[in-house]
């Protein structure tokens, strides 16, 4: 059978003009859907600012809050890093714990080997060499939990969380005298991939569209197969 563009401008558009006019909704919908559930910045506590040397996590453990706004799974922290004066050595590795109290565990730790450095250039008057530094976390945070990542030794040993004047107030253990606030933050960003089930709806509703949209065109295709 043959089907003119008379028999398609005449019936089959005008019958499926109604759900075509939805598609772009329905393409924006899985679009949003798969675009939430992919891997992004779950928090930042702002830029590395340099304009300081950072807080010791040679011999001290430093512990700075962050919040989330979807339940998460974590993939990786790239923080501020600091080598000691002068010295051009990469940080090869960090001790890493993230939990729901300073210096906690409950959500994950490990021994994370540094898998990214960029160098940033000299902090604190051209004296620190400075790298935005990532490795790989796991566990899985929640909305309305303050959770807190602490990092302490590492390799090389004079390794340095940069400072960040614009986050939350961090913690120090000096393994001395208990828990004291640093006066600053420390510079860190959280990546993650959120929870599926927190935009399975956006899926739901798209296919749904998608579907809407297919219906029309099927039956008037079955209709010309028929005749």
Known sequence: MQVSLGDVSGGTLRAGFGAVKFFPAAVLALACAFSAHADRIIYSSG???????????????????FTVNDSTKLISITAGLQMDYQDFALPVSVDWSIGTSPGASDVGSGVATIVSNTYLGLAYGGRYPTYASTFDVSGWVNTNTTYW???????????????????????????YYGWSPTGDGEAFSVLGVPDMASTGWLLGFGAALMLSVAAPWNRRLAGFSRA
């Open 47 to 65: 830029p590395i600012s340099m304009d300081s040397y950072g807080d010791w996590i040679g011999n001290q453990i430093i512990s700075d809050p």
């Open 149 to 175: 990542l602490t990092l302490t030794g590492g390799e090389p040993n004079a390794l340095d969380w940069d400072i960040n004047r614009f986050g939350p107030i961090a913690l120090y253990d000096s393994q």
